[in-house]
């Protein structure tokens, strides 16, 4: 089996497009190939860390400034766009683009 057949196989690891006997023939593959090991490795780290991420929540006042940016209402003198008219986008930043 190629690196490419066994990866495009394999991943993602929760729904592995291979069955039976293929499944057993691309993970040798993996186990024997360094560089398909590495790219398991560094994919099954990000996993991780991607789970460790959604559990955890970003602070209030982030969050909230997000809010505004978002929903583009800008207040005067907070998070930094002080002057900014209410309803006005900071300097450079165009809403509709």
Not at 15 to 29: I, K, Q, S, T, Y
Not at 53 to 69: H, M
Request: charged residues 30%.
């Amino acid at each position: 089996m190629d690196c490419q057949r066994a990866r495009e196989g394999l991943w993602p690891p929760e729904r592995p497009r291979l069955v039976g006997d293929e499944v057993a023939e691309a993970r040798a593959h993996v186990e024997a190939c360094p560089e398909c090991a590495e790219y398991f490795d560094q994919d099954r780290v990000l996993l991780e860390l991607y789970d460790r991420a959604r559990g955890e929540s970003a602070p209030i006042n982030l969050r909230r400034d997000q809010k505004k940016v978002i929903c583009g209402h800008y207040l005067p003198n907070s998070a930094g766009l002080s002057g900014t008219a209410v309803g006005e986008p900071p300097a450079g930043l165009n809403r509709h683009a």
